[in-house]
């Protein structure tokens, strides 16, 4: 286990990831805000679901993701059709207005990270990705109900793997 030193420098360094988040958003337009950008990213990597199941994975509760959905509907990025099981629920899919979006939003981010880190060997930003990662399975597995990474075959990280790469700033 690290030093008491350690894990409170951890906290001040992720405070100021701040910085980076806030960057993010700054190159978002201005019509498209983060949440609506998780909104986009997570249909286009998950396909159509309910709004049950993007408010879980954006883990925010459901007035917050309804309000990002409505958004993303109304600028018609985003539709909302029957559910063929339950026609009383509504199965949400990405348009074509909204690829094109999730697109540009993921054009942008990525510009934004090589002029940033341009300095950074291809080794580093690896490193980065990994251990970043491994700290968002950590909080997850940890969390109330959740697993212990390597204490259960496959480690828990295993069944959040596809989670690592996403294509927005989100």
């Known amino acids: 286990m690290a030093a008491r030193s350690q894990y409170e420098e951890l ?3 992720l405070s100021a990831v701040g910085a980076v988040k806030r960057g993010l958003v700054r190159i978002l337009p201005s019509e498209c805000p983060g949440g609506t950008a998780g909104v986009l ?6 396909g159509e679901m309910r709004i049950t199941r993007l408010a879980e994975l954006l883990a925010v509760n459901m ?21 063929p099981a339950d026609k009383r629920s509504r199965i949400l899919r990405l348009t074509p207005a909204g690829e094109e979006l999730l697109d540009e939003l993921t054009r942008r981010t990525t510009e934004m990270f090589a002029h940033n880190l341009i300095d950074w060997s291809d080794e580093e930003v690896g490193q980065l990705n990994t251990l970043l990662s491994r700290l968002r399975d950590s909080f997850s597995c940890r969390g109330s109900g959740g697993c212990t990474p390597g204490k259960h075959s496959g480690d828990c990280r295993a069944g959040h793997a596809d989670e690592v790469h996403t294509r927005t700033p989100v």
């Open 63 to 83: 007035s917050v993701t309804s309000r990002h959905v409505t958004h993303a509907v109304e600028s018609g990025w985003v539709e909302r059709f029957p559910d």
């Open 11 to 13: 906290a001040r360094q």
């Open 41 to 46: 990213t997570l249909l286009a990597k998950y």
